[in-house]
């Protein structure tokens, strides 16, 4: 079977069944190696006319594709299918996704390269704040004008204009991005979600390098959402008891919504509130008291009492960090970035009254903290440009900020993935008072190079 090309994407198109023992017979060795001789920058698997599937036929053809992946760089992965098969493969593989879902061919060929002076308007949504992101920056890079929905029900109804749009993207994946650990949330809360009978296996499925990075990056609030845990033993309790007192060393605060205790020992929620957690009955009772979410989470002070240095793995990367900064500001800003200086000391800013900062963090082959404090205005240009309208409201902006920085991370671990160098990212943490950003980065020692976007001053600080 030979793949058809359209532009710069070599599409397969099998028939029929696809399991472990008819899959080789669709696709060969020497199909790959024609592959390979093309110049395509996209290699798909079309599932339009497969009738049935399973992970084993799947395998078949991701294996062979990611080989001409690490040969050629490109990206891989399926198109064409229904809601349903989207929710079929992600759970067929899990945390072990690593290539891309895209729902019709139209919209995969919107994320290969092509030719920006025809800019598409697409609509776009999807519930993983990470993916968005990386979604956003592929369509920016490739010219397009992407409307980025925040919620699923800003969504549903931009999506009741179809006419607007040359596409509308859901059921959707980049597989070299998405982070489906947490959910930021208004106010710099990370939200865990855990359900069911908890028990030892807590600690093997709590990732808790994520959760010791985002205390690192400066989230001081964590809230589990528990309204489907059923019960939990003492293993659990112990877990929880440990965490708080970690959270304490960085004055964070932990609080369970909707926990009930039918099925559990009264007992051990005063052991749990006499370890610091806070127990609320609804999401709401935290979420929409301002006052409350910056009694609980506003505060950054107490930092690490391990302080991190720098090492030379870490200023090994830090032009690929610089690139993605800048490239990323550049194009979503219409702004070229020079550089004013560039040295190793603590964190420096002046005129903070004016800046904004965001902050996010690093893990893997190598770790640390990414730095970002931006002009006013410079924040307020890359939110117009991700919600498609000028705002003054300094809470849109903050989430913004946060979009605009979590798509600087993922274009930063892309490109240490084409180094082989593997790392995950937290989400960004987001400061409107750059006051709070000192307390927290306070001692930390990196590498700040000091940029000027047009007349605009831009601080990028890479630290551990």
């Not at 992946?69 to 490109?74: L, S």
């Not at 032009?319 to 560039?342: G, L, W």
């Amino acid at each position: 079977m030979r793949a058809t090309v359209k532009g710069r994407v070599a599409i397969f198109n099998p028939q029929g069944f696809l399991d472990g023992n008819n899959a080789p017979s669709f696709l060969s060795i020497d199909d790959i190696k024609a592959t390979e001789a093309l110049n395509v920058d996209m290699l798909l698997v079309s599932l339009k006319k497969v009738i049935f599937f399973n992970k084993n036929g799947l395998d078949v053809f991701i294996k062979l594709m990611l080989a001409i992946r690490n040969q050629k760089h490109i990206a891989i992965g399926l198109c064409d299918y229904d809601s349903a098969k989207f929710k079929t493969i992600k759970a067929f593989y899990g945390n072990n996704l690593n290539f891309s879902l895209f729902r019709t061919e139209k919209i995969a060929e919107l994320f290969a390269p092509t030719n920006k002076s025809d800019p598409k308007t697409v609509l776009l949504y999807n519930d993983d704040p990470s993916q968005r992101s990386a979604m956003a920056i592929e369509l920016f890079d490739y010219g397009h004008n992407p409307v980025i929905a925040q919620s699923k029900k800003e969504f549903d109804e931009k999506k009741q204009n179809p006419d607007l749009y040359y596409a509308i993207i859901e059921d959707t994946y980049l597989g070299l991005f998405g982070q489906k650990i947490a959910t930021r949330v208004t106010g710099n809360a990370i939200i865990y979600t855990i359900a069911n009978f908890l028990d030892a296996e807590i600690g093997n499925t709590f990732n808790i390098a994520y959760h010791n990075n985002s205390l690192n990056v400066g989230f001081r609030l964590f809230i589990f959402d528990a309204y489907k845990v059923v019960s939990m033993n003492v293993h659990a309790l112990n877990f929880f008891t440990k965490l708080a007192s970690s959270a304490a060393e960085y004055n964070a605060s932990i609080c369970f919504v909707g926990l009930t205790f039918e099925k559990t020992p009264q007992s051990f929620k005063n052991d749990l509130e006499d370890a610091g957690i806070i127990f609320f009955d609804n999401m709401d009772d935290i979420l929409k008291n301002k006052e409350l979410l910056q009694e609980l989470g506003g505060s950054s002070a107490a930092a690490s009492k391990q302080m991190r240095t720098l090492n030379k793995a870490l200023v090994n990367e830090l032009p690929h960090f610089i690139d993605a900064t800048v490239s990323t500001i550049a194009m979503m800003t219409n702004a070229q970035a020079t550089k004013e200086s560039m040295n190793v000391q603590t964190l420096d800013i002046q005129n903070s009254s004016n800046q904004y900062a965001s902050s996010i963090g690093f893990y893997g082959d190598v770790d640390g903290m990414i730095i970002l404090v931006f002009p006013k205005e410079i924040a307020k240009k890359a939110c117009e440009l991700l919600i498609g309208e000028t705002t003054e409201d300094e809470e849109a902006i903050l989430d913004s900020l946060a979009e605009f920085v979590n798509i600087i991370g993922g274009r930063a671990k892309a490109l240490l993935g084409e180094k082989k160098q593997h790392v995950d990212i937290t989400l960004p943490r987001t400061y409107g008072d750059v006051a709070s950003l000192m307390e927290m980065a306070q001692n930390k020692k990196g590498v700040q190079v000091n940029l000027s976007f047009e007349g605009s001053n831009f601080i990028f600080f890479l630290t551990r």
